[in-house]
């Protein structure tokens, strides 16, 4: 079993609905929980960041950890079609220098 | 924001020979950097991690002889893929750390390598 596990998708949905990205985890040290957008042959860009348990907001995102079933959750409202692209999690320990275990990662296609 | 580039951005080469790529980051000092590879449609693999002035730390399974990395200062890391097969055509990206705080990675752009 992968540590980090994601629907690879593709997830489609019309201009404005509301989107629902999620990862499930198995290592109980995480505790950093990342969201990253990729577009197309582009690096990763960091879109939320979470540490251990509960809800963080950022304009139209929101990102959501629940430890006690390891479930990551990254909810966008109002979806763009500019919001197309593949969204990936990522999860880490506490250690100072610990790496990035990630998931497959989710194409997300927003029509207008 | 940190920002991470890498250059080139895409690199076709043949069968055989060496690609350098280097990674920097332009607007903070990097004590850790990392690089990792991504086939179509897979998830970003960990290939290794470098911190500035001493070797770096290879995954398994990443041969250290064929993927050289030199993390010579705080804001340049590369990667040489020495003696390119095709197999090994795929994206590479590096990331970059300043250490503190969260340890947050910045990502750069990635370079395409193609290898005929």
């Known amino acids: 079993q992968k540590e980090v596990e994601q629907d690879p998708g593709p997830l489609s949905v019309p201009e404005g609905a509301i989107v629902s990205l999620n990862c499930t985890y198995s290592?109980?040290?995480?505790?950093?929980f990342m969201w990253y957008r990729q577009y197309s042959r582009k690096g990763p860009e960091l879109l939320m960041y979470?540490?251990?348990?509960g809800n963080k907001e950022d304009g139209r995102f929101t990102a959501q950890v629940d430890k006690s079933s390891k479930y990551i959750s990254l909810f966008i409202r109002d979806s763009q079609p500019s919001d197309s692209a593949t969204y990936l999690c990522?999860?880490?320990?506490?250690?100072?220098?610990?790496?990035?275990?990630f998931g497959k990662g989710t194409m997300l296609l927003v029509s207008p | 924001g940190a920002v991470v580039s890498q250059h080139p951005s895409w690199v076709i080469c043949k069968s055989g020979t060496s690609v350098k790529i280097e990674c920097r980051s332009l607007d903070f000092q990097a004590t850790t950097m990392f690089w990792y590879r991504q086939f179509p449609k897979q998830s970003l693999m960990l290939m290794a991690t470098s911190n500035e002035g001493s070797k770096a730390t290879y995954e398994q399974g990443v041969e250290k002889d064929k993927f050289l990395i030199n993390h010579a200062s705080l804001t340049l890391s590369t990667l040489t893929v020495t003696s390119a097969h095709p197999e090994d055509s795929s994206f590479y990206i590096c990331?970059?750390?300043?250490?503190?705080?969260?340890?947050?990675?910045?990502f750069g752009p990635g370079t395409r390598l193609t290898v005929l």
């Open positions: 979470t540490y251990s348990s």
């Open positions: 990331s970059a750390s300043s250490g503190s705080g969260s340890n947050e990675q910045f």
């Open positions: 990522a999860a880490r320990t506490l250690s100072g220098y610990s790496t990035l275990t």
């Open positions: 290592n109980s040290a995480f505790q950093y």
